[in-house]
Each structure stands twice: as C-alpha cells, then as structure tokens.
Nanobody, 121 residues
Framework: QVRLVDSGGGSVQAGGSLRLSCAAS????????VGWFRQAPGKEREFVAA????????LYTDSVKGRFTISRDNDKNTAILQMNNLKPEDTAVYYC??????????????WGQGTQVTVSS
C-alpha cells in the first residue's frame, strides 16, 4: 500500500506562486509515475501534470503550460508542483496521484488527501 500526503496549498493573489509537495511512503517511489489533478467547486476532477518514473518526461494540461512545473526527488520520495503566475481559475483542491502503469489523465492507483489552493483576483 502507498500512502501520499499532499501539502503546500494556501491562498494567494493572482500572479503569485505556490509550491505543492507530495510525500510518499509504503512502496518504492520510483516504481510509479506521479501526477497532479485538481477539482474546482462544482466541476469534475481534471488532470494537471505528470512526470515519468525517472523524471525525464513530463506532461501538462494546456492551461498550465509555461506556468506550472512538476518535478520529483526519488531519493526523498517526494514530488513537487511549482505553480507560478497563478490565476483565479487555478482555484481548486489539488491531489497527488501515483500510478504504476499510466502517465496522464487516466492515472488512478493511489491518491493523496488533497490540498486547497485559492487564488484571488
């Protein structure tokens, strides 16, 4: 079993930055792809970004390209989502996800508890 703890959310003004962290335990971290999803009030959960096991390949949804960066440190069992130039439409609960086989919107094996990001205009 994998346990994920999401942290780093908060409230910022538009144009600000936040750094989300996902700490994993329970299984070898580098066996898994890592992704971030988000869910805004009244909307379905959506894919945000993902990174391959070794960190060489990344994938982003179009709305965050150039503003968000996903990274991972396999020695520390941690993944980071650096979010810059935040916009009000980025407001959502953000979830870290690990998946053994899938990289992208279909990722689903293990989920963090979520961390709230609120961006005010």
């Amino acid at each position: 079993q994998v346990r994920l703890v999401d942290s780093g959310g908060g409230s910022v003004q538009a144009g600000g930055s936040l750094r989300l962290s996902c700490a994993a335990s329970g299984r070898p971290f580098d066996n898994y792809f890592v992704g971030w999803f988000r869910q805004a009030p009244g909307k379905e959960r959506e894919f945000v970004a993902a990174i391959s096991r070794g960190g060489t390949n990344t994938l982003y949804t179009d709305s965050v390209k150039g503003r968000f960066t996903i990274s991972r440190d396999n020695d520390k069992n941690t993944a980071i989502l650096q979010m810059n130039n935040l916009k009000p439409e980025d407001t959502a609960v953000y979830y870290c996800v690990l998946d053994r086989q899938r990289l992208g919107p279909a990722m689903a094996d293990y989920w963090g508890q979520g961390t709230q990001v609120t961006v005010s205009s």
